[in-house]
């Protein structure tokens, strides 16, 4: 048995995991009936691929004569560096980049039985044919050449990986906003209500007007953006305009629902305080319409915080992962999924 060099073992790395993302690539793109630069990263390339390989040609070296043992050991290595990499990826981004959790025999949906049966034919596979043609080619090239091109691709993806996990970071971020806004205004919308009972019948219509314009406003700008991007999918292009312009409707969306609630806050601080209340009661009440108004504030800073490279950003991971799902954020993750969709 050969011994490799560190860079031959970076090599074997980088080419297994370039030939992950090819298969990964084809399968998802023709499921999707598009093109699908599937993966972390932006390039070529998908590391639990790579660290796959690695993982079963190391765990194999004793045993490269017998198939059992290739098939049992090399499914044992791959399952567990898939187990702890889909555990760390979700505890670091709240985000789940693959899921077995629709397949039978699964362990918390970071592994399955048909997955490591899967990973223990590819281990045969990869030790007995796939890697003896590229483990010729590789010792076949002088060190100081395979030294020079692992230094090269290894400085590439180091770049790849910062950018993509920067990305990743930003949809767990913006993920965290979303979900947290809408608890928010669901609280607000409580504490208003449970406010405005306290107040005069002319109060309550004028408030049920309020939402009946919020309403209004609100569909006709989901009308006027279906509209708009009819006509923008019988062009077949702009798709990067178009998903731009979802984002501003979502926005806007918000924007309305948030200037509600502060025109609803601040019609409730002008009226007079009710004679049943007493003087306590009624400076609690204003201030926690006050505190109402600073939270709405809030809101609106945090909205306008989330700008459209951060969403682009998004949507470029969401495209290499169709299949992400989140436990944590599973609302807000699927309204982000949903706006790809919009505009296929």
């Not at 090269?152 to 993806?157: I, K």
Request: aromatic share 10%; charged share 30%; net charge positive.
């Amino acid at each position: 048995m050969h011994i490799y060099h560190l860079t031959q073992w970076l090599m074997f790395f980088f080419i297994y995991s370039f030939i992950g993302w090819v298969w990964e690539s084809c399968y998802v793109s023709v499921r999707k009936h598009r093109w699908v630069n599937r993966g972390f990263l932006h390039g070529p390339m998908l590391p639990i691929y790579g660290s796959g390989a690695l993982a079963i040609l190391i765990s194999t070296i004793g045993f490269r004569d017998d198939l059992r043992f290739i098939f049992f050991f090399g499914m044992i290595a791959a399952t567990a560096l898939e187990y702890i990499t889909g555990v760390v990826m979700e505890r670091l981004f709240h985000v789940r980049y693959w899921d077995y959790s629709n397949q039978k025999l699964n362990l918390n949906g970071y592994i399955c039985v048909s997955s490591s049966i899967c990973w223990g034919v590819f281990s045969i596979l990869l030790v007995r044919v796939i890697h003896v043609p590229i483990e010729e080619a590789v010792l076949d090239i002088p060190l100081v050449i395979t030294d020079a091109v692992a230094l090269v691709l290894t400085a590439a993806a180091s770049v790849d990986l910062t950018q993509s996990f920067n990305e990743a970071m930003d949809l767990k971020h913006v993920l965290m906003q979303l979900e947290a806004s809408k608890e928010q205004i669901k609280k607000m919308q409580e504490k208003l209500k449970a406010v405005s009972e306290e107040m005069l019948t002319d109060y309550r219509q004028r408030s049920e007007e309020l939402r009946r314009d919020y309403r209004r406003r609100s569909d006709k700008l989901i009308e006027d953006y279906r509209l708009h991007a009819a006509e923008l999918a019988e062009k077949n292009r702009f798709r990067k305009k178009a998903y731009l312009e979802w984002i501003d409707l979502k926005r806007e969306q918000k924007r309305l629902q948030l200037e509600e609630l502060r025109e609803h806050a601040e019609s409730l601080m002008k009226e007079k305080i009710p004679s049943r209340m007493d003087a306590l009661t009624g400076k609690e009440w204003r201030d926690e319409l006050a505190a109402l108004k600073k939270n709405i504030a809030g809101e609106f800073s945090r909205m306008s915080s989330r700008t459209d490279k951060s969403y682009l950003h998004i949507a470029s991971q969401l495209r290499r992962n169709p299949t992400a799902a989140s436990k944590k954020f599973t609302k807000a993750l699927e309204e982000l999924k949903s706006s790809l969709d919009n505009i296929k």
